[in-house]
Protein backbone atom coordinates (compact mmCIF):
# COMPACT_ATOMS: atom_id res chain seq x y z
CA UNK A 1 0.00 0.00 0.00
CA UNK A 2 3.18 2.65 0.90
CA UNK A 3 4.26 1.95 -2.40
CA UNK A 4 1.51 2.46 -4.32
CA UNK A 5 1.09 6.05 -2.52
CA UNK A 6 4.14 6.86 -3.25
CA UNK A 7 4.38 5.43 -6.82
CA UNK A 8 0.96 7.66 -7.63
CA UNK A 9 2.45 10.78 -6.07
CA UNK A 10 5.87 10.63 -8.15
CA UNK A 11 3.78 9.95 -11.10
CA UNK A 12 1.76 12.90 -10.30
CA UNK A 13 4.36 15.20 -9.36
CA UNK A 14 6.25 14.12 -12.82
CA UNK A 15 3.21 14.29 -15.15
CA UNK A 16 2.27 17.84 -13.68
CA UNK A 17 5.71 19.21 -13.91
CA UNK A 18 6.41 17.59 -17.89
CA UNK A 19 3.02 19.39 -18.85
CA UNK A 20 3.97 22.52 -17.31
CA UNK A 21 7.52 22.45 -18.63
CA UNK A 22 6.45 21.66 -22.15
CA UNK A 23 3.82 24.89 -21.71
CA UNK A 24 6.70 26.73 -20.82
CA UNK A 25 7.94 26.53 -23.76
CA UNK A 26 5.47 28.29 -25.43
CA UNK A 27 4.84 30.20 -22.55
CA UNK A 28 3.70 33.67 -24.31
CA UNK A 29 0.54 31.41 -25.96
CA UNK A 30 -0.69 30.34 -22.44
CA UNK A 31 0.33 32.73 -19.96
CA UNK A 32 -2.67 35.69 -18.80
CA UNK A 33 -2.88 38.33 -21.04
CA UNK A 34 -6.00 40.46 -20.46
CA UNK A 35 -7.38 41.77 -23.39
CA UNK A 36 -6.90 38.03 -25.01
CA UNK A 37 -8.52 36.36 -21.67
CA UNK A 38 -11.87 35.36 -22.65
CA UNK A 39 -11.02 34.65 -26.25
CA UNK A 40 -8.06 32.09 -25.38
CA UNK A 41 -9.81 30.43 -22.30
CA UNK A 42 -7.11 28.21 -22.06
CA UNK A 43 -5.12 31.32 -20.52
CA UNK A 44 -7.52 30.73 -17.48
CA UNK A 45 -5.82 28.06 -16.15
CA UNK A 46 -2.34 28.05 -18.65
CA UNK A 47 -1.12 31.46 -16.66
CA UNK A 48 -0.89 29.37 -13.55
CA UNK A 49 1.12 26.60 -15.05
CA UNK A 50 3.79 28.46 -17.11
CA UNK A 51 6.40 31.04 -15.47
CA UNK A 52 8.56 34.19 -16.45
CA UNK A 53 11.26 31.68 -16.92
CA UNK A 54 13.23 29.02 -16.15
CA UNK A 55 14.43 29.89 -12.24
CA UNK A 56 10.73 30.62 -11.86
CA UNK A 57 9.84 27.20 -12.92
CA UNK A 58 11.77 25.26 -10.85
CA UNK A 59 11.15 27.59 -7.45
CA UNK A 60 8.04 26.64 -7.99
CA UNK A 61 7.95 23.69 -8.88
CA UNK A 62 10.42 22.63 -5.68
CA UNK A 63 7.44 23.99 -3.79
CA UNK A 64 4.93 21.75 -5.94
CA UNK A 65 7.19 18.35 -5.17
CA UNK A 66 6.63 18.99 -1.39
CA UNK A 67 2.86 19.31 -0.94
CA UNK A 68 1.73 15.59 -1.58
CA UNK A 69 4.12 14.27 0.79
CA UNK A 70 3.74 16.78 3.46
CA UNK A 71 -0.19 16.38 3.71
CA UNK A 72 -0.55 12.34 3.48
CA UNK A 73 -4.30 12.18 4.13
CA UNK A 74 -4.78 14.15 0.94
CA UNK A 75 -4.69 12.26 -2.11
CA UNK A 76 -3.94 12.94 -5.62
CA UNK A 77 -7.33 13.55 -7.16
CA UNK A 78 -7.92 16.30 -4.28
CA UNK A 79 -4.38 18.07 -5.51
CA UNK A 80 -5.54 17.64 -9.38
CA UNK A 81 -8.89 19.00 -7.95
CA UNK A 82 -7.00 21.95 -6.82
CA UNK A 83 -4.86 22.32 -10.07
CA UNK A 84 -8.34 22.80 -12.10
CA UNK A 85 -10.23 24.80 -9.57
CA UNK A 86 -7.76 27.82 -8.60
CA UNK A 87 -6.38 28.48 -11.76
CA UNK A 88 -9.77 30.00 -13.34
CA UNK A 89 -10.96 31.73 -9.70
CA UNK A 90 -7.58 33.88 -9.34
CA UNK A 91 -7.54 34.26 -12.87
CA UNK A 92 -10.88 35.86 -13.11
CA UNK A 93 -10.11 37.51 -10.16
CA UNK A 94 -7.32 39.69 -12.05
CA UNK A 95 -9.72 40.14 -14.66
CA UNK A 96 -12.75 41.58 -12.94
CA UNK A 97 -11.55 43.17 -9.62
CA UNK A 98 -7.73 43.74 -10.48
CA UNK A 99 -7.77 45.32 -13.60
CA UNK A 100 -4.83 46.92 -13.65
CA UNK A 101 -3.15 43.69 -14.03
CA UNK A 102 -3.08 43.00 -17.99
CA UNK A 103 -0.27 39.70 -17.72
CA UNK A 104 0.73 37.33 -15.42
CA UNK A 105 2.55 33.84 -15.37
CA UNK A 106 3.35 31.57 -12.47
CA UNK A 107 1.98 28.90 -10.15
CA UNK A 108 2.70 30.35 -6.60
CA UNK A 109 -0.74 32.09 -6.11
CA UNK A 110 -2.44 28.76 -6.74
CA UNK A 111 0.37 27.19 -4.36
CA UNK A 112 -0.32 29.48 -1.61
CA UNK A 113 -4.69 28.43 -2.53
CA UNK A 114 -3.33 24.59 -2.15
CA UNK A 115 -1.27 24.73 0.68
CA UNK A 116 -3.94 26.65 2.58
CA UNK A 117 -6.94 24.32 1.55
CA UNK A 118 -5.19 21.03 2.32
CA UNK A 119 -3.35 22.97 6.06
CA UNK A 120 -7.04 23.72 6.97
CA UNK A 121 -8.59 20.32 6.21
CA UNK A 122 -5.58 18.83 8.27
CA UNK A 123 -6.62 20.46 11.33
CA UNK A 124 -9.81 18.52 11.47
CA UNK A 125 -7.16 15.33 12.58
CA UNK A 126 -5.29 15.73 15.91
CA UNK A 127 -2.41 13.76 14.66
CA UNK A 128 -1.86 16.90 11.89
CA UNK A 129 -3.41 19.43 13.57
CA UNK A 130 0.11 20.80 14.95
CA UNK A 131 1.65 20.60 11.41
CA UNK A 132 -1.04 21.79 9.85
CA UNK A 133 -1.36 24.90 11.86
CA UNK A 134 2.45 25.51 11.72
CA UNK A 135 2.02 25.75 7.55
CA UNK A 136 -0.71 28.13 8.30
CA UNK A 137 1.28 30.30 10.58
CA UNK A 138 3.97 30.30 7.80
CA UNK A 139 2.10 31.41 4.38
CA UNK A 140 0.08 34.10 7.12
CA UNK A 141 3.26 35.65 7.72
CA UNK A 142 4.55 35.27 4.01
CA UNK A 143 1.52 37.12 3.17
CA UNK A 144 2.22 39.95 6.06
CA UNK A 145 5.89 40.13 5.24
CA UNK A 146 5.35 40.42 1.11
CA UNK A 147 2.49 42.93 1.85
CA UNK A 148 4.40 44.94 4.40
CA UNK A 149 8.20 44.34 3.05
CA UNK A 150 7.63 43.38 -0.41
CA UNK A 151 8.85 40.56 -2.48
CA UNK A 152 12.22 42.07 -3.84
CA UNK A 153 14.78 38.92 -3.24
CA UNK A 154 12.25 36.62 -5.21
CA UNK A 155 11.77 39.35 -7.75
CA UNK A 156 15.66 39.61 -8.73
CA UNK A 157 16.30 36.12 -8.69
CA UNK A 158 12.95 35.03 -10.88
CA UNK A 159 13.67 38.28 -13.34
CA UNK A 160 10.32 39.73 -12.84
CA UNK A 161 8.32 41.79 -9.99
CA UNK A 162 5.76 39.04 -7.96
CA UNK A 163 2.23 39.77 -7.75
CA UNK A 164 1.41 39.32 -4.14
CA UNK A 165 -1.74 39.46 -5.30
CA UNK A 166 -2.32 35.83 -6.97
CA UNK A 167 -0.64 34.58 -3.18
CA UNK A 168 -3.40 37.02 -1.52
CA UNK A 169 -5.84 35.10 -4.07
CA UNK A 170 -5.01 32.14 -3.67
CA UNK A 171 -5.03 32.15 0.08
CA UNK A 172 -8.79 33.21 0.31
CA UNK A 173 -9.54 30.58 -2.55
CA UNK A 174 -8.20 28.29 -0.40
CA UNK A 175 -10.08 29.16 2.33
CA UNK A 176 -13.28 28.88 0.34
CA UNK A 177 -12.22 25.26 -1.30
CA UNK A 178 -11.26 24.35 2.61
CA UNK A 179 -14.71 25.43 4.25
CA UNK A 180 -16.38 23.87 1.06
CA UNK A 181 -15.12 20.59 1.75
CA UNK A 182 -15.13 20.19 5.02
CA UNK A 183 -19.16 21.13 4.55
CA UNK A 184 -19.64 18.31 2.20
CA UNK A 185 -17.44 16.11 4.56
CA UNK A 186 -20.31 16.46 6.88
CA UNK A 187 -23.15 16.37 4.83
CA UNK A 188 -21.82 13.26 2.99
CA UNK A 189 -21.35 11.28 6.36
CA UNK A 190 -24.82 11.77 7.63
Known amino acids: ?5 LITRIVFIAVFMSLSACLQ ?6 IYWREALLHDFWRL ?3 HWVHVGWVHFVLNMLAFMCLPF ?4 AQVRHFIALLLLLPPCISLCF ?3 LTDISAYAG ?3 VLHGAY ?7 LLYPRERNFAALVLLLVLGKLLWENSFGSMGTAELIG ?10 GVIWGMIFAVVYVIHMYVTDK
Open 95 to 97: YYF
Open 25 to 30: VFANVF
Open 1 to 5: MQDRF
Open 107 to 109: LSG
Open 45 to 47: WTA
Open 70 to 73: IFPR
Open 116 to 122: VTVACIH
Open 160 to 169: SPVLVEAHLL
